[in-house]
């Protein structure tokens, strides 16, 4: 894996992301999105809230068991929730558009439409007390998918607002019910 090419994904998309959009529209396929972002920046989110667990209680048995299968649930929460929130994504184009999209296309839509969730999922995991920041910097999320729906899904100016802020809401609020939903089934298990 190149994380030199990962981090500069990232930072194109939230530093530039009409840029960034344009050169996913020439060149993004949602095999490389998945196998040289998403999956990546996934594990890395579940690897930061690892070492913050194992950091901030210890280097006990129990606390390296609980950070390994919080790390997972993590991780897996993710990548439930892009995969939910593509198919909710792409329900909602094909209603709100009435146009047939590619399903990759969505998907990749949504899976670097993430990019402001997994970044922070990534910091909220070694730094857990900065949640008042996180609550906030997650609506740059509405710039991101703003820009997106213009280039890759060519959606039209007087529409873009109301398919934003409808996508923003999913792409924020999937990542955070899957993750509660992991984690009482998690309870439930053990």
């Not at 999956?39 to 690892?50: E, M, N, Q, R």
């Not at 710039?143 to 398919?163: P, Q, S, T």
């Amino acid at each position: 894996m190149d994380y030199k090419k990962l981090f500069a994904t990232v930072q194109e998309l939230i530093a530039h992301p009409a840029k960034a959009w344009l050169q996913v529209l020439h060149k993004g396929t949602k095999r490389e999105m998945l196998g040289e972002f998403l999956y990546p920046l996934a594990i890395l989110c579940g690897t930061a809230l690892f070492l913050g667990r194992v950091f901030n209680n210890g280097l006990g048995w129990d606390s390296f068991y609980t950070s390994t299968i919080s790390a997972a649930l993590c991780t897996f929460s993710l990548l439930i929730a892009y995969k939910i929130s593509a198919y909710a994504i792409a329900f909602f184009t094909k209603k709100y558009t009435s146009k047939d999209f590619r399903r990759e296309t969505i998907e990749v839509f949504t899976g670097y439409s993430m990019v402001v969730v997994l970044c922070l999922n990534l910091c909220l995991g070694l730094f857990p007390e900065f949640r008042i920041l996180a609550f906030i910097a997650q609506f740059y999320t509405l710039k991101i998918v703003w820009d997106g729906a213009a280039v890759l899904i060519k959606i039209n100016e007087e529409r873009r607002l109301i398919y934003t802020m409808v996508v923003s809401l999913i792409l924020i609020v999937m990542p955070f019910v899957v993750n509660k939903i992991m984690g009482a089934l998690s309870l439930l298990i053990s």
